[in-house]
């Protein structure tokens, strides 16, 4: 009787050390920044808060995405490059940088996820006119070497403007979206270059006209680490598909969409944001999965005009979906 028992007792024991095992989370290190820009992956963490997750449903029960949000693309690279985010949406600026300084070993572009829907602004009253007012201007923006920082920077210097990291004919000094607002109707600076929701919000609180639209640009990619990708491919291609129907589901139902990430930008910045305003904001963007490598090109050489590619300038291995 002791041996069938202590049989038994073994086989119960095989049987429960493997299904303990199945039941072991794989955990998706999932980074976004609170601009409607990045509304796939606003809309999703949405979701998540509630219950809902939009990519757990389609990764499987035994996944666990934990979310992270960054004011700006440098410091999302920076994550990747430490190893502690696998998937972020981010800006082409950042992106390619990240790519480039690791001689194209850590930073692969999976989807698109939003063209356009960036802007400079000045104040109502500002005497600026045309390119050249902006020499002795301080132009915000929202962090260094972000995307808007690169455009501007591009942009500057394409009008015969000399700027240099710390000052030049114009000073473009780094802030942090949410500061933005104070900072113009202070008159600290001059005028922003910033992306939405952030324009319109300077556009209906401090009167701010727009100055220049930046419509033809990539403003919002999804890349991974390529270790993620590697190690992780399964989860990386069921990822691309799950943000190919979210972004499918929010041009069809713009109305819920706006609803819940109205809800996850106060959550995340304690910033209120008007329906009338999202709804504004959202018509100067283009949620798209496609990766232009036309728009690749232009980003690249908007970036060694800002003078933060340098080098080779390799992206043959950039786009690399699942």
């Given amino acids: 009787m002791k041996t069938r028992a202590v049989i038994a007792v073994a086989g119960a024991l095989t049987l429960f050390v493997p299904h303990g095992r199945a039941q072991e989370k794989t955990v998706v290190r999932f980074g976004h920044f609170p601009n409607i820009t990045h509304a796939q992956g606003v809309i999703a963490h949405a979701l998540s808060r509630q219950g809902k997750g939009w990519f757990e449903e389609r990764l499987g029960p035994n996944v666990d995405i934990q979310w992270f949000t960054y004011n700006a693309g440098p410091s999302a690279m920076e994550a990747i490059f430490a190893g502690s985010l696998d998937v972020t949406y981010v800006g082409p600026g950042p992106a390619l940088n990240a790519h480039l300084k690791s001689n194209g070993e850590e930073i692969r572009v999976i989807s698109g996820a939003a063209n356009a829907g960036a802007a400079l602004v000045v104040k109502p009253d500002s005497p600026i006119k045309a390119p050249a007012d902006f020499r002795g201007k301080k132009i915000a923006t929202p962090q260094l070497g972000n995307t808007q920082d690169i455009s501007c920077r591009a942009w500057l210097k394409a009008h015969g403007l000399k700027v240099t990291l710390t000052g030049g004919d114009a000073q473009v000094i780094p802030t942090a979206n949410p500061d933005q607002l104070g900072l113009l109707q202070k008159g600290s600076v001059d005028a922003v270059w910033t992306v939405e929701p952030w324009v319109t919000r300077l556009e209906r609180d401090a009167k701010a006209r727009v100055f220049v639209e930046d419509t033809n640009t990539i403003t919002t990619w999804l890349v991974s680490s390529v270790k993620f990708l590697r190690d992780r491919r399964d989860l990386a291609k069921k ?69 933060f590619l340098k080098g080779s300038t390799d992206t043959s291995k950039l786009i690399a979906p699942p």
């Fill in 239 to 307: 990822i691309t598909d799950a943000n190919t129907e979210l972004t499918k589901w929010i041009q069809e139902n713009e109305a819920k969409a706006q609803k819940l990430l109205i809800e996850e930008l106060k959550a995340e910045t304690r910033a209120d944001f008007s329906p009338d305003a999202v709804g504004q904001a959202w018509k100067r963007i283009q949620f798209t999965n496609e990766v232009s490598r036309d728009l690749v090109a232009k980003s690249v050489q908007d970036g060694k005009d800002a003078g």
